[in-house]
């Protein structure tokens, strides 16, 4: 998901033209994760007693298990989704902040004048959003829609060249 805030008449040079937060879509609330954990649970449960009753009392432990590997792949989703992206424009640079559970804040920096936003397969669902410039190449958003990332990169364009436009009119 995205949300985009953009900024008139900004005079400061620290402060935001544009900002933009990138967070992925969770469609499983924690409240839906303990109902959907215990229906599988009372079902796996109940489908134990039957086998142990037939005397297929190995198939209890592996249904045992397929409720902890469930629960284990819940929680690893839930932490991909704590993920999220900051983009920010200010007058003197773009800078794109990602953090995660998982790993250490990271924060990379453009020159937002040489700074290109590359789309790459538009209109694929395994579409890329990048930022290029000044050798460095970074991936974007690949956690949003391909409908969200182009969104997202037409927004980026017209902000950069908003820019641009706004500091030639200074120097004319």
Not at 129 to 153: D, K, N, P, Y
């Amino acid at each position: 998901m995205v949300e985009m805030i953009r900024q008139e008449g900004v005079e400061r040079p620290s402060q935001p033209v544009f900002e933009a937060l990138l967070y992925p879509h969770r469609s499983l609330s924690p409240n839906s994760f303990i109902a959907v954990m215990l229906m599988f649970g009372i079902f796996s449960v109940v489908l134990a007693i039957y086998f142990l009753l037939m005397g297929a009392w190995p198939v209890s432990g592996f249904l045992g298990l397929d409720i902890l590997l469930l629960y284990w792949a819940f929680k690893s989703s839930f932490a991909d989704g704590e993920m999220q992206e900051v983009i920010r424009l200010e007058k003197d640079r773009l800078t794109v902040k990602r953090a995660s559970v998982k790993a250490e804040t990271q924060c990379w920096e453009f020159n937002p004048f040489w700074v290109q936003v590359r789309m790459e397969k538009p209109s694929a669902f395994t579409s890329r959003l990048a930022l290029a410039g000044q050798g460095q190449h970074l991936v974007i958003g690949h956690f949003l829609t391909s409908r969200e990332r182009q969104t997202l990169a037409e927004t980026l364009q017209e902000e950069l060249a908003r820019q641009k436009s706004a500091l030639m009119g200074n120097y004319s």
